[in-house]
Every structure is written in structure tokens, then in C-alpha cells.
């Protein structure tokens, strides 16, 4: 039997977070509870006392982490990008038979990539408190519009916006939180985290095949944040610590490190394999910066076939608090892997 946690609603954990400091250089807190009058000015169209503006869960973000996207990337062929490194992870996307990378220190300096693909608008986007890459549709009521930063998270997340309703996202779920859409959803678009050589491995030849170059903001070195929030944590999670990194897959998630450590994961229909040859991507932390975290594909059985589904990685907080209900895997049971 696999040792797990049901995780159920986070409302019934404590919301009091506090900071942790990894050291030295920054001792400013990464947020603001304060509404700014730049904020109040911004969303003057919103009633800024109700909803979740108002929860302990909101706070601004300081200016330093609200970059702006990136619209309209510069492209390149993937055999010409001689400064994307082999270990460097991508987010990869696949939409009517075009593919392209998206690497990550590039989607980290901007956390939103407006971008179109296969003929479909789309926002690759990234946050680096909860290390979550997600790419939505950026289609709202039929009509194509660019996604920005709101300049605040919810939960230790950013929050997104679409230019047409000025609509509130949640960055790792793509749920309405506040405006006209609100009890909405955005369509989410698969995607696959794996290293650029990887990326070239397993789409050889393919025509066409690009990757998004560099912009003159993800060109500066780019500075890891020292001190960060993040809820406190009250369920068991054995010796897993808050940015500890998980494998999400369906309604399940895993241990990195436990998957690291076994090279290979069974669950029922599930196989999730592990592959050495990837950096981490960026997060606030750098706790993984400068590790080996792999490539990670997982399947779902089909009769005598297997079919490759989604995988998330998150870290353990934005797990612990946006889980809805899925199952955290502390142990391999004594049948995996076999």
C-alpha cells in the first residue's frame, strides 16, 4: 500500500504564513498587504474591499517581481540556438502538427509569453514561488487577448489578466478569481517540461522546429529571490519540506526526489519514468539550482497499450494549497517498480 494524504481543502489548514530567509542580500518581504494607489488606481473599475483582495491570502507584489511579457517572441530554428544548454529545461508545446520550445529562463524573466501557435493564441506562463509552468488559450468570450500580471498573488501565486475583461487567473489553475469572468476557466493548453536536448530527441527533423530567442529583458542575469512567504503547513508531509519539489499526474503526485531516487513509478494504470538530463527550472528558492532533476514522462494504460498523459511539477506548498482533493504518494508501495 502506498502511505498518502488525501488533501482536501487548504481552508482547513492554518493561512499564517511567514517569511523564510535563504541568506543574505535581501531582507525586504517578497509582498505587500497594503493596496498601493497605483493599484487602487489600475483597478479603479473594481471593488477592491470584497473577494479576495480582502483575504490573508492576497498580497501585492513588489515591483521588482511584476516583469512584462513577452508579446510576439523572436523566434529561431532549434539547431541554430547555440545559447539554450542541453541540460536547460523548456516548456514544449504541440498544437495542430507545429511544435516550439519555450526555454525557461526566458519564461521566468517575463512569467507571461504571449505567443500564437498551430494558428492558436496562447500564454505560456510560469510562477516561480510555486515553480508552475501552465499554458492557456488566451481566448476569452471568442475574442484573442494578451495575458498580464495583475501585480499581486494569491496564495503565494500570481495572479493574471486578460486585456479584454480585465478578468482575474489564477496562474496555476487558470480559475476566475475576480471581474466579469470570474465563475470561469481558462482553456488549459497541454505542455511538457523537458530539457532541450531532449526537446531535439524526440522531435528530430521536424519542420520548422523553433524556440523562442531571448529578449533584452531574460538576456540580464537574473537576481534569485532571498526571502519569500508561504503558508504554513499543518498536514504530515514526512520529511518533505515546503519547496520540495512534486510530480503531479491526474489526480496523484509524488515526490520528486522519490522518483528521482527509483527511476521508475507504477500506480495502477500509471507508469511514471524518470531520466537523468535536466536542470531545474527557475524559482524563487534556487534550492535545486544546481541538481540534476530530470526528465520526468508518464503513462496511462490502455489495455496492451501506453498512452502518454500530462505531468505538473509543483513545489509542496502550491500543492498543499491548491490540491483540491488529490493524493500526495509519501512511499513507493512494496509492488512498485517491479
Given at each position: 500500500?502506498?502511505?498518502?494524504?488525501?488533501?482536501?481543502?487548504?481552508?482547513?489548514?492554518?493561512?499564517?504564513?511567514?517569511?523564510?530567509?535563504?541568506?543574505?542580500?535581501?531582507?525586504?518581504?517578497?509582498?505587500?498587504?497594503?493596496?498601493?494607489?497605483d493599484f487602487k488606481a489600475q483597478w479603479s473599475d473594481r471593488d477592491l474591499t470584497v473577494g479576495i483582495v480582502g483575504s490573508?491570502?492576497?498580497?501585492?507584489?513588489?515591483?521588482?517581481?511584476?516583469?512584462?511579457?513577452?508579446?510576439?517572441?523572436?523566434?529561431?530554428?532549434?539547431?541554430?540556438?547555440?545559447?539554450?544548454?542541453?541540460?536547460?529545461?523548456?516548456?514544449?508545446?504541440?498544437?495542430?502538427?507545429?511544435?516550439?520550445?519555450?526555454?525557461?529562463?526566458?519564461?521566468?524573466?517575463?512569467?507571461?509569453?504571449?505567443?500564437?501557435?498551430?494558428?492558436?493564441?496562447?500564454?505560456?506562463?510560469?510562477?516561480?514561488?510555486?515553480?508552475?509552468?501552465?499554458?492557456?488559450?488566451?481566448?476569452?468570450?471568442?475574442?484573442?487577448?494578451?495575458?498580464?500580471?495583475?501585480?499581486?498573488?494569491?496564495?503565494?501565486?500570481?495572479?493574471?489578466?486578460?486585456?479584454?475583461?480585465?478578468?482575474?487567473?489564477?496562474?496555476?489553475?487558470?480559475?476566475?478569481?475576480?471581474?466579469?469572468?470570474?465563475?470561469?476557466?481558462?482553456?488549459?493548453?497541454?505542455?511538457?517540461?523537458?530539457?532541450?536536448?531532449?526537446?531535439?530527441?524526440?522531435?528530430?527533423?521536424?519542420?520548422?522546429?523553433?524556440?523562442?530567442?531571448?529578449?533584452?529583458?531574460?538576456?540580464?542575469?537574473?537576481?534569485?529571490?532571498?526571502?519569500?512567504?508561504?503558508?504554513?503547513?499543518?498536514?504530515?508531509?514526512?520529511?518533505?519540506?515546503?519547496?520540495?519539489?512534486?510530480?503531479?499526474?491526474?489526480?496523484?503526485?509524488?515526490?520528486?526526489?522519490?522518483?528521482?531516487?527509483?527511476?521508475?513509478?507504477?500506480?495502477?494504470?500509471?507508469?511514471?519514468?524518470?531520466?537523468?538530463?535536466?536542470?531545474?527550472?527557475?524559482?524563487?528558492?534556487?534550492?535545486?539550482?544546481?541538481?540534476?532533476?530530470?526528465?520526468?514522462?508518464?503513462?496511462?494504460?490502455?489495455?496492451?497499450?501506453?498512452?502518454?498523459?500530462?505531468?505538473?511539477?509543483?513545489?509542496?506548498?502550491?500543492?498543499?494549497?491548491?490540491?483540491?482533493?488529490?493524493?500526495?504518494?509519501?512511499?513507493?508501495?512494496?509492488?512498485?517498480?517491479?
Amino acid at each position: 500500500m502506498l502511505k498518502s494524504i488525501l488533501l482536501g481543502s487548504f481552508l482547513a489548514l492554518s493561512l499564517v504564513g511567514g517569511p523564510l530567509n535563504f541568506g543574505g542580500g535581501i531582507s525586504q518581504a517578497s509582498a505587500q498587504t497594503v493596496l498601493s494607489e497605483d493599484f487602487k488606481a489600475q483597478w479603479s473599475d473594481r471593488d477592491l474591499t470584497v473577494g479576495i483582495v480582502g483575504s490573508s491570502g492576497f498580497r501585492l507584489d513588489l515591483p521588482e517581481d511584476v516583469p512584462p511579457s513577452y508579446d510576439r517572441p523572436s523566434l529561431l530554428p532549434a539547431l541554430a540556438d547555440h545559447k539554450t544548454g542541453n541540460l536547460e529545461p523548456l516548456i514544449t508545446v504541440e498544437i495542430n502538427g507545429a511544435v516550439r520550445g519555450y526555454p525557461m529562463r526566458i519564461v521566468a524573466a517575463h512569467r507571461i509569453i504571449n505567443d500564437s501557435l498551430g494558428g492558436v493564441p496562447i500564454a505560456v506562463t510560469y510562477c516561480q514561488v510555486c515553480s508552475s509552468a501552465m499554458v492557456f488559450k488566451r481566448d476569452v468570450d471568442g475574442d484573442a487577448t494578451p495575458l498580464r500580471l495583475v501585480g499581486a498573488s494569491y496564495e503565494e501565486n500570481i495572479i493574471l489578466y486578460d486585456e479584454a475583461t480585465r478578468t482575474w487567473w489564477q496562474q496555476i489553475n487558470g480559475l476566475g478569481l475576480s471581474g466579469p469572468k470570474a465563475d470561469g476557466a481558462l482553456d488549459v493548453i497541454p505542455s511538457k517540461m523537458e530539457s532541450f536536448a531532449a526537446f531535439l530527441k524526440r522531435v528530430p527533423g521536424k519542420p520548422g522546429l523553433m524556440v523562442v530567442a531571448d529578449s533584452a529583458l531574460s538576456s540580464q542575469p537574473q537576481q534569485v529571490r532571498q526571502t519569500v512567504y508561504i503558508p504554513s503547513m499543518e498536514q504530515d508531509a514526512g520529511s518533505l519540506k515546503a519547496w520540495d519539489r512534486v510530480v503531479v499526474v491526474d489526480r496523484e503526485a509524488w515526490p520528486l526526489e522519490l522518483l528521482r531516487k527509483a527511476g521508475r513509478l507504477e500506480s495502477d494504470d500509471l507508469l511514471i519514468l524518470w531520466e537523468p538530463g535536466r536542470q531545474a527550472a527557475p524559482d524563487s528558492f534556487g534550492k535545486d539550482r544546481d541538481r540534476d532533476v530530470g526528465n520526468i514522462t508518464a503513462y496511462s494504460r490502455r489495455g496492451d497499450h501506453l498512452l502518454e498523459t500530462d505531468t505538473s511539477i509543483q513545489l509542496l506548498h502550491a500543492f498543499y494549497q491548491f490540491s483540491d482533493g488529490k493524493k500526495l504518494h509519501l512511499e513507493r508501495g512494496a509492488d512498485e517498480g517491479r
